[in-house]
């Protein structure tokens, strides 16, 4: 399935950091014969120096993309390139260095045994980058004060700090071997709100500072129109639409995407509820069973029987804009 | 208006004023003027940074019934391994003119019917109920974390084999096992350490010890790595590139390290009551060795006219027992950052 009409959604260019085409990531699930279909199918670019947001609903496979691109999942089909390189099957000790991620949850994401300073110098310690402890430190020192903590905190655990602090550990640790790409793997959803906005400007102050490409997976719309080039939005382990960050919240295409973007709250307390506001019907189908053809067509109000019949593929309908749907031909 | 070096000489001659004058309302500028950056550094004082250790050190010390427990602990340890050093008498000493008697100064366990000291006896029983429990455990440690850590980290058919085979063994009834050890292992250690003090029975109660008790150990291991490889920083340390050997190392066991101890300290008084029953059917430590269970059985046949043969050692063995148990229960609370919280 690897090079079929549906990889059309990622047009290659020079300046493109990472492709990823026809992405499948199957898992087994105890009792079940069919297997459990996290990300079924997806191709998409970033560029070097961009944001890609990527969102969807919990549970429609953004963080395993994200994970299979490091390959901490082995993709079940499909081809990662980085850098024009294919790494879907090589080793990928060599690219430890340039890809990193940041978790979602500050607290599972720090080792409680280590020290802040072990914990931001274990990339160091696995790549043996330095000839010196002198190194090491400097190395550490350097990544900790770049996310606003001091030097002082090296020897202390990771239950002293606070969430937000905790978060800005884990984009020290990222940060050590001087990646190009981060994976930032829901890394606010976690956070208090007031946080957010500190974590979210860190992550922009240092994309500038350090040229750096990001994933940003999330499902706060507003906080990933705030940070992204473009985005992607993606429904039970596909990807439906792909467009600029403005582009795609002025001019949504998919049924679905229009539906997210209409249930953005408006800040107005006079207003109870959106007038435009679309409300889906019914639950998420399961990822084990999915429906046939499109598989937004259980809760999509202009489905036609087409839609059950064939998998819509990703067309380009605009610049960069690209969306999988039926309707967009008026076939639906 | 002055000029300034003189209008400075003034403030000065204030300042003589302000303190020569309790009453005067005149404030001296230096006293109120910011701190500068250097004496607010100076008040800065970084609080002491606990480690997971000094945390569970000052939780257990605050534990009444624990602490307690492991003095019991260490009071019978000094018992039985400088206790004999100490006593003018050998284990296997027969003192004759001393035969049965009840407890006295010279003997204050008495003695039994050939003329020995039970205090002595007892503590060298006590001694092989300690090395018992503690070389077993330390067996069972051993073997059960590198299964249990193999088993919970490869998983897939490997993992699949070894529990398997860890639940035959748990069905097996472990003191038919041990019997049967004994009786087939004995002529080959016989003849391999003929001049073993500590006897076949006992080496065969090692070795099947070993072999049985490692399960329980195994699967707890198991089941924790299983837990802690879902962990995010364990997914963090693989983006980084680090092996399977130093994710073990530096992420799994530290933080199963707590459980892995809680189940070997409770792992010593079984294997304690375990040797102590066995010694007490006869299939333990062999004359004129004694241990605490042989001690008790040897007082069987004039229990009604010299109890006190009987109330010593089984009074050290519900005491070891109780006082591990206890100091195990104390690690538990200390050590589980569960209960914490």
């Not at chain 2, 004994?182 to 073993?196: E, T, V, W, Y």
């Amino acid at each position: 399935m690897g090079t079929d009409k549906s990889d059309r959604g990622a047009a290659k260019t020079e300046k493109t950091l990472l492709q990823v085409t026809g992405l499948k990531q199957h898992f087994r699930v105890a009792g079940e014969r069919a297997p459990l279909k996290a990300v079924d199918g997806v191709s998409m670019y970033i560029q070097k120096g961009e944001t890609f947001g990527l969102v969807g609903e919990s549970g429609c496979g953004k963080s395993t993309i994200g994970r299979t691109i490091l390959r901490l999942y082995e993709p079940t089909d499909g081809v990662i390139e980085y850098d024009g390189v294919d790494i879907t099957h090589v080793n990928m000790k060599p690219y430890r260095k340039r890809m990193q991620i940041v978790f979602q949850d500050p607290y599972s994401s720090l080792n409680p045994r280590m020290t802040v300073g072990d914990i931001v110098g274990e990339p160091l310690d696995i790549n043996k980058t330095y000839r010196s402890k002198k190194e090491r430190y400097d190395v550490i020192a350097d990544r900790l004060n770049l996310v606003g903590l001091n030097t002082e905190h090296m020897n202390r655990y990771p239950h002293e700090f606070s969430g937000g602090q905790r978060q800005r550990i884990s984009i020290a640790r990222a940060l050590a071997l001087n990646p190009e790409f981060i994976v930032c793997d829901e890394p606010i959803s976690a956070l208090d709100v007031s946080i957010q906005a500190q974590v979210i400007n860190k992550f922009i102050e240092l994309r500038q500072d350090l040229g750096l490409t990001y994933l940003f997976i999330a499902h706060d719309l507003a906080v990933v129109r705030y940070i992204s080039n473009r985005i992607g939005v993606m429904y039970l382990g596909r990807l439906v639409e792909s467009a600029g960050a403005d582009e795609l919240f002025t001019h949504p295409a998919h049924p679905y995407t229009q539906a997210l973007l209409s249930v953005i709250p408006i800040p107005d307390p006079k207003m109870n509820t959106r007038p435009d506001r679309i409300i889906l019907e019914g639950e998420v189908p399961s990822p084990i069973s999915p429906p046939s053809g499109c598989y937004f067509r259980t809760r999509c109000r202009y489905a036609t029987p087409l839609c059950a019949e064939q998998t819509p593929v990703m067309q380009e309908i605009g610049a960069g804009h690209w969306a999988a749907c039926h309707g967009l031909n008026g076939t639906a | 208006m002055k000029p300034i070096h003189e209008r400075e000489k003034l403030t000065g001659e204030l300042r003589i004023q302000k303190y020569t004058q309790p009453m005067s309302l005149m404030l001296n500028i230096e006293d109120i003027a910011p701190a500068t950056e250097d004496q607010k550094k100076s008040r800065v004082k970084m609080r002491e940074s606990t480690t997971y250790w000094q945390d569970a050190l000052k939780r257990f010390s605050q534990n009444k019934v624990a602490m307690v427990s492991f003095g019991i602990i260490v009071l019978i340890a000094i018992f039985a391994f400088l206790g004999p050093l100490a006593a003018p008498y050998t284990y296997e000493q027969q003192i004759r003119g001393s035969e049965r008697l009840f407890p006295c100064f010279a003997h204050p366990f008495g003695t039994d019917n050939l003329g020995r000291d039970i205090l002595v006896r007892t503590m060298t029983g006590t001694r092989i109920s300690l090395a018992i429990g503690i070389f077993c455990t330390l067996i069972v440690l051993v073997i059960g974390t590198l299964v249990g850590s193999a088993a919970g980290y490869l998983g897939g058919w490997l993992d699949n084999m070894i529990m398997r085979f860890c639940e035959i063994l748990y069905s097996v009834p472990d003191i038919l096992i041990i019997i049967i050890l004994q009786i087939s292992m004995k002529r080959f250690l016989d003849s391999a350490f003929p001049n073993m003090t500590l006897g076949s029975a006992m080496v065969s109660i090692f070795i099947a010890f070993a072999m049985l008790y490692w399960v329980n150990m195994a699967r707890m291991v198991r089941g924790q790595i299983l837990i802690l490889k879902q962990s995010e920083y364990v997914l963090a340390a693989k983006a980084l590139g680090a092996s399977g050997r130093r994710i073990i190392q530096k992420h799994l066991l530290p933080n199963a390290v707590g459980a892995i101890i809680v189940t070997a300290m409770y792992q010593i008084p079984v294997a304690i009551f375990t040797e102590s029953f066995l010694s007490f059917m006869g299939l333990g430590a062999s004359a004129p060795l004694a241990s605490l269970g042989s001690l008790a059985n040897d007082s069987l046949s004039g229990l009604a006219s010299y109890p006190y043969l009987m109330f010593f050692p089984a009074m050290l063995i519900l005491l070891i027992i109780y006082a591990f148990n206890q100091f195990g229960d104390g690690l538990r609370d200390a050590l589980d950052p569960r209960l914490k919280e």
